[in-house]
């Protein structure tokens, strides 16, 4: 089992920024991908980053490219998110995932464990 606490939600004003932190613990030796994912009420979950626990790919939907940034810190295990230029759209709850297979790292069905998620609300 792998235990994700989350951490660094808040509200902040539109054009600000935040950093999500993901501290993973438990078998994460086993992890091969770590992804944020987000859900505003009454929308489907949405996948923003995700970085494989070894190399630096990282990847991006459209939406959030050049304003998200993900990073990790192995000897911490721990996940970043790091949220620049926010907008009222960005508003949600934010999850952090982690997963052991090499399946598509956009996919939220292909990360078995979760965290509680960290409220992120952008005032416009």
């Known amino acids: 089992q792998v235990q994700l606490v989350e951490s660094g939600g808040g509200l902040v004003q539109a054009g600000g920024s935040l950093r999500l932190s993901c501290a993973a613990s438990?078998?994460?030796?086993?992890?091969?991908?770590m992804g944020w994912f987000r859900q505003a009420p009454g929308k489907e979950r949405e996948f923003v980053a995700a970085?494989?626990?070894?190399?630096?790919?990282?990847y991006y939907p459209d939406s959030v490219k050049g304003r998200f940034t993900i990073s990790r810190e192995n000897a911490k295990n721990t996940v970043y998110l790091q949220v620049n230029s926010l907008k009222s759209e960005d508003t949600a709850v934010y999850y952090c995932?982690?997963?052991?297979?090499?399946?598509?790292?956009?996919?939220?069905?292909?990360?078995?464990?979760w965290g509680q998620g960290t409220q992120v609300t952008v005032s416009s």
């Open positions: 995932a982690a997963g052991t297979r090499g399946t598509d790292l956009r996919v939220g069905v292909s990360y078995e464990y």
């Open positions: 438990g078998r994460t030796f086993s992890v091969y991908k």
């Open positions: 970085i494989r626990w070894t190399g630096s790919s990282t």
